[in-house]
């Protein structure tokens, strides 16, 4: 399999993770399911359990136990989305939340993962930057583009709506 610079295989230990996974809760269930264990806080995961390797992607190179999979995932996901290259770099938190600030233009110095999260989500869902020249969307319509976005939380809000 031949991958792009905005794709990665990472590993945890032994366990092989493919990124990006499209919603960091799905992620975060995927790395529960294969290390048997319960994460209680994604933000300070890597402290616990940090990226150890990144294989066949050279360009990323992981800080050991300053590296989170979850920030990683966020940056591969914007990567991909925007169809930029990521430059070759030791990634720890800091690089990582500071390549997503210049590829965003949100303000994310200094927030927890979850806030960092929202943001980047937001962005993705909404399309905003991502499209030279986009068509605006009628207010009307902006829950429909919303709802496009297909993840596990999506799935739990419909399922309480019904």
Same mark, same amino acid.
């Given at each position: ?17 493919? %990124?990006?996974?499209?919603? &960091? ?5 995927? @790395?529960? !399911?294969?290390? !048997?264990?319960?994460? /209680? ?14 294989? $066949?992607?050279?360009? +990323? ?7 989170? #999979? ?5 940056? %591969? ?6 169809? +930029? ?12 939340? /500071? ?6 233009? =949100?303000? %994310?110095?200094?927030?927890? =993962?979850?806030? @960092?999260?929202?943001?980047?989500? *937001?962005?993705? +869902? ?5 499209? $030279?020249?986009?068509?605006? #969307?009628?207010? &009307?319509? $902006? *829950?429909?583009?919303? /709802?496009?976005?297909? *993840?596990?939380?999506?799935?739990? *809000? ?5």
């Amino acid at each position: 399999m031949m991958m792009k610079k905005n794709e990665a295989i990472i590993y945890i230990g032994t366990d092989k993770f493919h %990124l990006p996974v499209n919603d &960091n809760k799905e992620l975060q269930l995927q @790395i529960e !399911s294969k290390l !048997s264990k319960k994460i /209680s806080n994604r933000g300070i995961f890597h402290m616990l359990k940090g990226v150890d390797r990144i294989e $066949e992607n050279d360009f +990323i190179r992981p800080v050991k136990n300053k590296t989170n #999979i979850f920030f990683l995932n966020l940056m %591969l996901l914007i990567a991909q989305n925007r169809d +930029i290259e990521i430059p070759e770099n030791d990634y720890d938190n800091d690089v990582i939340i /500071s390549w997503l600030e210049e590829a965003t233009q =949100l303000d %994310l110095k200094g927030k927890n =993962l979850e806030l @960092i999260e929202n943001k980047v989500y *937001s962005l993705i +869902i909404k399309n905003e930057g991502f499209i $030279e020249n986009k068509p605006e #969307i009628p207010e &009307n319509q $902006e *829950s429909k583009v919303e /709802s496009n976005f297909f *993840s596990l939380d999506w799935i739990k *809000s419909k399922n309480k709506e019904i």
